[in-house]
């Protein structure tokens, strides 16, 4: 089975779906991010499924558990921007939700 992919635009709208479910106030996406730059919702972590290249956009697998020395792999994918160096396949990463999607901000050497 195959992951999903998700653009910033489904991101946004599964974030205001949780808010409205959870009862909390929603915040436009365009306001939050003039008025709190260095918000950020949630990161996860994951592995490369491909090389990803600094300055490019690569497909990350999402990993989860209980125990960090044995995540499994959720099938459910991000597309994330590399702004800082190339990264091998496979390789760990950590990604952050930004007010344009996903970015990469850490990298297994």
Not at 32 to 39: C, D, L
Not at 76 to 87: K, L, P, Q, S
Request: net charge neutral.
């Amino acid at each position: 089975m195959a992951g999903a992919t998700f653009n910033a635009n489904a991101v946004e709208r599964i974030r205001q779906t949780v808010r409205t479910v959870e009862g909390m106030q929603s915040v436009p996406q365009a306001q939050r991010a003039n008025t709190t730059p260095m918000q950020f919702d949630y990161a996860l972590i994951g592995k490369t499924d491909a090389a990803h290249n600094k300055g490019a956009t690569g497909t990350i697998s999402i990993y989860s558990g209980t125990d960090p020395a044995s995540l499994t792999d959720t099938t459910e994918n991000v597309t994330a921007y590399n702004r800082f160096g190339n990264i091998a396949s496979g390789k760990w990463v950590f990604v952050w939700t930004m007010p344009w999607g996903f970015e990469v901000t850490a990298a297994e050497c």
